[in-house]
């Protein structure tokens, strides 16, 4: 018997978006659960951190997920948050960085960006956080709180 050419290439991206998760525990309980309302690569072109997958998760148990324990909803929370990490946040250079990068990715004004750049020209590089003190005009609780993003270089 032949199998219609339609349904062939159905089982093909089937199995290619299946092959895209990882084998880690709660793989096929995952699959299962995602795949009841939409197809699985679904899924697996998000990439967050635990909070966005537990917001994620409640979020489809609201609209009807089937969920049998607390256990279940456990194990695919904890095989989302492995399987598909968030993505690492480059630092940003302060040193050469435009303004408008520093804007976007440190969450600051354009006038405080602009600040920094137009300090950075006139007073030369800087070497630590504390050297950002100086920059007038800038809110450095916006700096501190994104310090892990800034890099000096």
């Not at 256990?71 to 989302?80: F, I, M, N």
């Not at 250079?93 to 990715?105: C, L, P, Q």
């Not at 600040?115 to 800038?138: E, Q």
């Amino acid at each position: 018997m032949r199998i219609p050419s339609l349904l062939c290439v159905s089982l093909f991206f089937t199995s290619l978006a299946l092959a895209q998760f990882p084998d880690l525990p709660g793989k096929d309980l995952t699959i299962k659960m995602c795949s009841g309302c939409h197809e699985p690569e679904r899924a697996s072109s998000l990439h967050q951190d635990k909070d966005g997958w537990d917001a994620t998760l409640s979020s489809m148990a609201a609209r009807g997920m089937a969920v049998s324990s607390d256990a279940e909803y456990a194990a695919v929370l904890d095989y989302l948050t492995k399987a598909f990490p968030a993505e690492a946040v480059k630092p940003i250079n302060i040193n050469t960085a435009a303004a408008i990068d520093m804007e976007s990715a440190l969450s600051l004004l354009r006038s405080q960006a602009a600040a920094i750049v137009t300090y950075r020209d006139k007073h030369g590089k800087f070497k630590t956080l504390d050297d950002l003190k100086k920059v007038p005009g800038l809110d450095f609780s916006k700096i501190e709180a994104k310090k892990d993003r800034i890099a000096f270089q």
